[in-house]
């Protein structure tokens, strides 16, 4: 098996804001897929997508052996609520809204990622990490510039705060609950149970005589989409992001995905949007709220909680 060498907390921070990034990317992609493909069929095409990747990756890297001890029971568990349920969530969210609004939604992670550490692995709240928390709340409603998009608060909203309820949990269990296998294992085997609820679930809703795919509807520009929302935007970030969590915990890491809306405007410049000063004023807060969490409260990885909390 192929552990990481261990990380500065300025490289585990680097690698979460790559994370992000990478992540954002798949905003902007999915809207050539919402349409064509519902909700329930996109998540299982973007799962699968994801595992063909990992899953070759991960055997030729580690071998067959780490395939072996891997618990695909628990991945099955893990997967399918955290990632998968999110993950369909999620879809069905943008598709009732938009990119910017889906990434201002995701300003409540940091408060459920926090809250989970305080309730799971005794995490002390201090002066700092409160302060950390509400520059990063602050970055996100800056962002959100006094409007949420074109779906207001409605069922896609709620939806979309569900689904990072849902992500927030599967991320720390992901790395609790797999703490023997590397990061590229821990994501893998997760998102082979995310794909396996999903794909069975798209297959029961189309027998039952849901929505079908609008196959003619997909073309090369389709497919390039789906390429980056299934590879870059959760394949190669997630394997990033359970990297970032397994150093930094749930809590300080989430609080990265309040520059998310920075990140999606990027991408949407590079599309022929425009530019908003604003939500570069927003990002720099969040970055100085991930600082000023990080500078005063305890520097504890997940495996020190892990130690010190065994029955967690």
């Known amino acids: 098996m192929l552990q990481p060498r261990r990380l500065t907390t300025l490289s585990a921070n680097l690698i979460c804001m790559a994370s992000m990034l990478v992540w954002a990317a798949g905003l902007p992609a999915a809207e050539l897929l919402i349409g064509p493909l519902t909700p329930l ?33 628990r991945g099955l568990f893990v997967g399918g609520i955290g990632f998968g349920l999110g993950a369909y969530l999620l879809v069905s969210a943008q598709s009732l809204t938009d990119p910017i609004t889906i990434a201002v939604i995701t300003a409540a992670m940091p408060v459920i990622g926090i809250t ?15 302060l950390g928390v509400a520059l990063s709340l602050c970055g996100g409603l800056i962002s959100y510039g006094g409007k949420l998009g074109s779906g207001g608060f409605g069922i896609g909203a709620l939806m979309a705060v569900v689904s990072v309820v849902c992500y927030t949990w599967g991320s720390r269990a992901t790395v609790k609950s797999f703490p023997d296998l590397s990061p590229l294992g821990r994501a893998t085997v997760t998102l082979a149970g995310a794909t396996a609820v999903t794909t069975l679930a798209a297959g029961l809703q189309v027998s ?74 927003a990002a720099g807060i969040v970055v100085l709220g991930v600082l000023v969490a990080q500078g005063r409260m305890p520097r504890r990885t997940a495996e020190t909680i892990r130690r010190d909390n065994p029955m967690s």
């Not at 980056?228 to 915990?249: E, K, N, P, R, T």
């Open 208 to 281: 039952l005589g849901g929505p079908y795919p609008d196959w003619s509807a997909i073309g090369l520009p389709q497919i390039v989409a789906l390429l980056i929302y299934g590879i870059g935007a959760l394949a190669v970030s997630q394997v990033l992001w359970i990297i970032s969590v397994g150093h930094l915990g749930i809590g300080v890491a989430s609080l990265h995905g309040n520059a998310t809306p920075f990140y999606v405007m990027i991408f949407l410049v590079m599309l022929g949007g425009s530019w908003s000063w604003t939500q570069a004023l």
């Open 41 to 73: 069929p996109l998540t299982a095409l973007r799962m699968l997508t994801a595992l063909a990747l990992l899953l070759p990756l991960w055997l030729a890297l580690e071998g067959l052996q780490s395939l072996r001890r891997a618990s695909w029971t």
């Open 116 to 130: 989970l550490e305080c309730l799971l692995d005794g995490r002390r709240l201090s002066g700092a990490l409160i």
